[in-house]
């Protein structure tokens, strides 16, 4: 196990609907990435926080937000769900800005848009 | 654009037997590339790493091998168990802060 931790594991939503899902990074780290797996597909880079400023983004519209706080755990929101949000969100933590040479994932939130 | 892609997607391998599972990039300017392993359920599990000033890179039953003349990568798993049935993505830093991701293979080990 990593030590990165994810909740909910599952979720349910309506398209249209607003999500919140949270990480708690490793001890010690001060970086979260969050991506995006679809089905059989591999992760997409959403955004990355360090030290509570976003750090970087990918090629994400607005409406998927973040947080970082004080305590270096992490929340993604998306607003207006849609059908294609449906995917598996995992976030990283790392130590350092950057820091995909050391990232460590957690298991995941899987979310269902209907 | 930049991408990351994998000739196979799914690998069927004999227990025992050595794997290769191989991926291809774009961009020739990646300086660093990582291989995951995913198993069902749990988030991509680091395996081993490579920089672009290598060419192979060994660890515990695992080789990397790097071939920038062809942009390609490999990943060699010796004496393939059950256990290391999985799906594996290579990815590539396209930025100090991004991994730039393949599809992925599968790989089904058969007893």
């Known amino acids: 196990e990593t030590g990165v931790t994810q909740s909910p594991t599952h979720l349910i939503k309506t398209r249209g609907q607003q999500v919140t899902l949270r990480c708690s990074s490793q001890?010690?780290?001060?970086?979260v990435s969050w991506y995006q797996q679809a089905l059989g597909q591999g992760p997409q880079f959403i955004f990355q926080?360090?030290?509570?400023?976003?750090?970087g983004r990918g090629n994400f519209p607005p409406r998927f937000s973040g947080l970082q706080f004080p305590n270096y755990s992490s929340e993604l929101n998306v607003n207006a769900l849609e059908l294609d949000d449906s995917a598996l969100y995992l976030c990283?933590?790392?130590?350092?800005?950057?820091?995909?040479?050391?990232?460590?994932f957690g298991p995941g939130t899987r979310l269902l848009v209907l | 654009g930049e991408s990351v892609g994998l000739h196979l997607p799914t690998l069927s391998v004999q227990e025992g037997d050595n794997s290769i599972i191989n991926c291809a990039y774009s961009?020739?300017?990646?300086?660093?590339f990582i291989w995951y392993k995913q198993e069902s359920g749990k988030g991509p599990q680091f395996i081993i790493d490579?920089?672009?000033n290598m060419d192979k890179r060994q660890g515990q039953r695992v080789t990397v091998l790097l071939n920038k003349t062809v942009k390609h990568l490999s990943l060699q798993i010796a004496a393939t168990q059950p256990g290391d049935s999985a799906v594996y993505f290579c990815?590539?830093?396209?930025?100090?802060?991004?991994?730039?991701w393949g599809a992925g293979t599968k790989l089904i080990i058969k007893p």
């Open positions: 990815a590539e830093r396209a930025s100090n802060y991004q991994l730039i």
């Open positions: 001890s010690g780290h001060n970086t």
């Open positions: 961009n020739s300017a990646s300086d660093y």
């Open positions: 926080y360090y030290r509570e400023e976003e750090n």
């Open positions: 990283a933590s790392s130590l350092g800005a950057g820091g995909v040479e050391t990232q460590y």
């Open positions: 490579i920089r672009s």
